[in-house]
């Protein structure tokens, strides 16, 4: 908005630009980045602040029907739902943080947790490689869960559940894995105290539970270093 107010200044010093789309949407990318800049916003979000508005109008020139932005809306609402709320978007855990997991599982049969399980992938490696352990994956994207119950209806040890998993208590598990965000880490590290056995552990994939010292963490020999960070909350 700062950046549409900048620009908006602009215009009126340089009138010649409102006739220009393309140009004013230049102008405006630019004044977000810089504002964001200023304010030290991630930096991750500077090219999105400089292509967001330009991309906007070129994609808005090439005529589409309306349905096309609706339908575009509603596919990212179903596998996305409410970001906006969460401050969790989907990314997946990969086959070498998979494997890393694997191996953090207690040797005795228990019963794990995905929390915000996205597309089933990680559980379906985990229940095919343990199958003497119980899975359980929480979602709340529609979309996102749909495809992680179709991909995990063969496996008798996954059960993928829609709904929030802040609602659903940690009592049963003898693992919990999150792969989140920094924003709820703290809220789930009450919650997981809270409820978690004494011996269970909640094992984060990349987001460290903020002022608290992990028991351990794991490096996974991945492209982009991936770290697990090892908790037990109750113990
Ligand atoms: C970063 S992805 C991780 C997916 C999966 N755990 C993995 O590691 O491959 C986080 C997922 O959590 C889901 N999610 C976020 N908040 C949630 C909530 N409160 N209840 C259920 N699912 C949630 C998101 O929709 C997203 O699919």
Redesign the pocket.
């Known amino acids: 908005m700062l950046g549409a107010l900048l620009t908006g200044g602009l215009a009126l010093l340089f009138p010649a630009l409102l006739a220009q789309p393309l140009a004013m949407a230049a102008a405006q990318g630019s004044c977000a980045a810089l504002v964001s800049y200023l304010l030290r916003g991630p930096v991750w979000w500077l090219p999105i602040h400089l292509g967001f508005m330009p991309l906007a109008v070129l994609a808005l020139g090439l005529g589409l029907p309306s349905w096309v932005w609706l339908a575009g809306f509603v596919m990212l609402l179903l596998v ?2 409410r970001t906006d709320r ?1 401050r ?6 990969n086959a070498a943080s998979s494997e890393a997991l694997l191996k953090l599982l207690p040797a005795a049969p228990g019963a794990a947790i ?1 929390l ?3 597309d089933g ?2 559980l379906r490696h985990l229940a095919g490689a343990r199958p003497d352990c119980r899975f359980v994956g ?4 529609p979309l ?1 869960w749909a495809w992680a119950r179709l991909r995990c209806r063969r496996l008798p040890n996954v059960e993928i559940r829609y ?4 609602s659903h208590p940690l009592g049963d598990y003898v693992l919990v894995y999150a ?2 965000s920094p924003i709820p880490m703290h809220r789930l590290w009450i919650k997981a105290k809270a409820e978690m056995k004494a011996d269970a552990r909640l094992i984060s ?1 990349s987001f460290a539970v903020p002022d608290v010292r992990p028991e351990s963490t794991v490096d996974v020999a991945d492209g982009r270093q991936t770290r697990l960070y090892c908790y037990r909350p109750a113990g």
């Open positions: 996305f739902w969460s969790v978007p989907l990314y997946l855990t995905d915000g399980c996205g992938g990680l929480f979602e709340h994207a996102t709904g929030d998993f802040w792969f989140l994939n």
